[in-house]
């Protein structure tokens, strides 16, 4: 299994909010603090390959970085965009590298609106990686 530890490290060192581990993402969303960052273990695709010595197993982790922002009302005019500036650093701390556990660098695969609530804003990023087991 993927150890989350490293991306822990690597995420709170660029500085900001602190990035904590949520067991879920309806758990990445009761965050207290805004902006809230957590990181959440997503699901594993697992590929068998036979071998003559027993087995191979190709498992692609997904990691879910969830970031969550304070929704407030802007003047007409105001181009802050504090979604933006919170996940740039991460992302580019985040692609191409290699932690010390996986066989391929994590590779950004997708962001999107996770939910979108009366008091706050949460959008995911999902990266990506493999490992052989």
Not at 44 to 68: F, I, W, Y
Not at 88 to 110: E, F, G, T, V, Y
Request: charged share 20%; aromatic share 6%.
């Amino acid at each position: 299994m993927l150890s989350l530890t490293p991306w822990l490290e690597r995420l709170n060192a660029l500085g900001g909010p602190v990035v904590q581990l949520a067991a879920d993402v309806d758990a990445a969303q009761s965050a207290k603090q805004w902006p809230s960052r957590m990181l959440v273990l997503g699901r594993d695709t697992v590929t068998h390959h036979d071998m003559s010595n027993g087995a191979d197993h190709l498992v692609k982790p997904e990691v879910l970085l969830v970031t969550g922002i304070k929704r407030i009302n802007l003047p007409l005019g105001n181009t802050d965009d504090e979604l933006t500036l919170l996940r740039k650093p991460m992302l580019d701390s985040l692609i191409n590298w290699l932690p010390d556990d996986c066989d391929s660098a994590i590779k950004w695969q997708r962001g999107q609106i996770l939910a979108l609530k009366s008091h706050a804003l949460f959008w995911v990023d999902v990266f990506t990686t493999e490992y052989r087991w």
